[in-house]
């Protein structure tokens, strides 16, 4: 049987994986100081405050209205297609200031180097941490992309793992069906750039079944998940999987509301300051305001 490596073939593997690391990282530096300018105008129009810290091990970062006292809690998940922080912040802070929630934003472990489930491991462990000091009926978990589709996976987990519920859940722009390239998804151009949404998919999900309700929550039983959000928009290339995930909450039972928006972009709301921003965040504020328990 001939080698699976030809000779010199490992050097010029090792080669290509340092190329690769170096681009990843070169890719998230980029992102964070893309970011870096609406991280601070929107603390300083907010009056919110950010800090680092862990929380049961998991690196996480505390953003807090100044001077609120609000017990409840609000755990966020970045979006970024898994590989990138691609609004830990920007997703935060308006919410925060809104509401006068504290939130938790889970710095997950990121694919390629963590694939499925390290992050979903990782939401869980803050997850649990919350119950561990406060009733169910006073926390929220939501996200936005990526962070969407690691909140119908964290609410799969939680399920299968028989802890009690979140009071409320935000899906904003994601997908629950890791398995299926959606209509908008084959339509408009990818998120990703250069990459496919197959590509990024198959970096986060390697080895796993696409339809395991662990990585795909419409493929399981959705009946007793917590009221939910939805929120999407008419150029989304997500907006299809959005939709779908809504009809399969409704169809199993679950209070679950969708917001479109007309004419925007894929999750607008945590890169853009537009009128239509100001409501997409005022709706999520109001939602986890009316839900969470004080």
Request: overall charge negative; glycine content about 8%; hydrophobic content about 45%.
């Amino acid at each position: 049987m001939a080698p699976l490596l030809a000779a010199g073939s490992a050097p010029e593997m090792t080669a290509t994986l340092m190329r690769n690391a170096i681009t990843r990282k070169a890719v998230r530096a980029a992102g964070a100081n893309h970011l870096k300018p609406m991280n601070k105008s929107r603390a300083k129009r907010f009056d919110v405050e950010v800090s680092k810290a862990k929380v049961a091990g998991v690196p996480v970062k505390f953003v807090r209205r100044r001077g609120s006292d609000d017990q409840r809690l609000l755990i966020n998940f970045h979006g970024g297609g898994f590989m990138v922080d691609s609004g830990s912040e920007t997703e935060t802070i308006p919410i925060a200031g809104l509401t006068g929630i504290p939130i938790v934003t889970v710095m997950y472990r990121m694919a390629p180097e963590h694939p499925f489930p390290a992050a979903v491991d990782d939401a869980l462990a803050v997850y649990r941490d919350a119950l561990s000091q406060r009733s169910p009926a006073s926390i929220g978990i939501y996200g936005t992309s990526a962070g969407a589709v690691l909140t119908g996976q964290l609410l799969a987990r939680i399920k299968a793992e028989g802890l009690p519920m979140p009071a409320a859940a935000g899906f904003f722009s994601g997908t629950a069906d890791l398995a299926l390239v959606s209509d908008c998804e084959a339509f408009l151009p990818s998120i990703m750039g250069t990459r496919t949404g197959p590509e990024v998919v198959a970096d986060y999900s390697v080895g796993t079944d696409p339809t395991d309700p662990l990585l795909s929550p419409i493929y399981g039983d959705l009946t007793g998940l917590p009221p939910t959000l939805l929120m999407t928009s008419t150029r989304d290339q997500l907006l299809s999987q959005t939709v779908r995930f809504h009809l399969a909450l409704r169809k199993a039972g679950v209070d679950a509301d969708l917001i479109v928006h007309e004419g925007m972009l894929h999750a607008f709301w945590a890169y853009m300051e537009c009128p239509e921003t100001e409501d997409a965040l005022a709706a999520q504020a109001a939602f986890f305001d009316r839900h969470l328990a004080n």
